[in-house]
C-alpha cells in the first residue's frame, strides 16, 4: 500500500486522524515516535520562525521544499505539508515539484496570501481539479476553506459560504476539506452534517478536547503551529529566565 492510500484512509469521520504538527526533523521523529500514523508540517511558518520569514509565501519556496524534504525522508510514516496557495506554480508543475519531496499529502487554501481576500469558489475548484488530474491518487489533497478567516457577510453567511466552497472542493477532487477559523461546536456540527465529505478542524479553535472533537464527527484534527508555539513559550516562559536567575531551569 502506498503512503498516500495510507494517508487518506486514515481520514475516517468520527475516528479523526489526530495529526501534531512537526517543524522539523527531530519534532517530526518524536511524533512518528510517539505512535502517530502520520505526520503534518506547517511548512510555512516552520520556515518562517526557522529562517526568518514571515507567513504568506514570504518564503522561497526552494526552502519550503527542502523543509518538507528533509522531514519526508526523516521518518517511514506519510507526510502531509501546508503548501498554502500552491506558491503559483501551474498545477502540473506544482505536482512534479512537490512529490519530488517524498511528502504525500498537501494543503491548499482558497486565499490569497499578498491580498488576503478569497479565490473566486470556481476559480479554486478548477485548480484543485487540474491539480487532481496531475497527481492521479497520488496525492492526499487536503482543501481548506477560508470564508472564516476572510469574513464576509454574517456569521450564517460564512457558514453557508464554506459549505458551498467545501462541496465543490470535493467534488473537484479533494480528499478532506477543512474550514478554518471556527471552534464552535455547532457550527462545527453543521459543517460535518452539511459537508459531503470528510472534515478537518484545528485543534484548539474553541478550547474543545480532541475528544469532544471526535464525537462531533470530524475525520481529521490538526495543530497548526500551535505545538511549535507551546515549546517556544515553554523556552521562553521558563527555562531561559531560570537560566538568567542562577536557578534550575529542568525542575519545576
Known amino acids: 500500500m502506498s503512503l498516500?492510500?495510507?494517508l487518506r484512509d486514515l481520514h475516517v469521520p468520527g475516528t479523526p486522524?489526530?495529526?501534531p504538527n512537526a517543524w522539523d526533523v527531530a519534532s517530526a521523529r518524536m511524533v512518528e515516535q510517539a505512535g502517530f500514523p502520520a505526520i503534518a508540517t506547517k511548512s510555512s511558518f516552520a520556515t518562517a520562525t526557522i529562517l526568518g520569514y514571515d507567513d504568506g509565501e514570504q518564503a522561497p519556496?526552494?526552502?519550503?521544499?527542502a523543509a518538507a524534504t528533509r522531514i519526508a525522508r526523516s521518518v517511514s510514516v506519510p507526510v502531509t505539508v501546508d503548501f498554502e496557495r500552491g506558491y503559483?506554480?501551474?498545477?502540473?508543475e506544482l505536482v512534479e515539484?512537490?512529490?519530488?519531496?517524498g511528502a504525500v499529502g498537501l494543503n491548499l487554501e482558497d486565499s490569497d496570501p499578498s491580498t488576503g481576500t478569497l479565490v473566486d469558489p470556481s476559480e479554486q475548484a478548477d485548480f484543485l481539479a487540474a491539480v487532481r488530474a496531475a497527481a492521479g491518487a497520488g496525492l492526499v489533497i487536503n482543501a481548506r476553506v477560508d470564508t472564516f478567516i476572510r469574513p464576509a457577510g454574517s456569521p450564517g453567511e460564512q457558514l453557508r459560504a464554506a459549505i458551498d466552497r467545501?462541496?465543490?472542493y470535493l467534488a473537484a477532487g479533494a480528499d478532506c476539506v477543512y474550514p478554518i477559523g471556527t471552534g464552535d461546536p455547532d457550527v462545527v456540527q453543521t459543517l460535518v452534517e452539511e459537508i459531503p465529505g470528510p472534515v478537518n478542524v484545528s485543534y484548539g479553535?474553541?478550547?474543545r478536547s480532541v475528544a469532544e472533537?471526535?464525537?462531533l464527527g470530524v475525520a481529521r484534527i490538526t495543530f497548526g503551529p500551535m505545538l511549535q508555539r507551546h515549546t517556544y513559550l515553554r523556552l521562553a516562559g521558563s527555562i531561559l529566565p531560570a537560566l538568567g536567575s542562577g536557578g534550575n531551569p529542568f525542575t519545576g
Open 4 to 6: 498516500a492510500t495510507t
Open 17 to 19: 486522524l489526530v495529526l
Open 61 to 65: 519556496v526552494d526552502e519550503v521544499l
Open 88 to 92: 503559483r506554480f501551474p498545477p502540473a
Open 97 to 101: 515539484r512537490f512529490t519530488a519531496t
Open 166 to 168: 467545501a462541496a465543490r
Open 205 to 207: 479553535q474553541g478550547d
Open 213 to 215: 472533537l471526535t464525537g
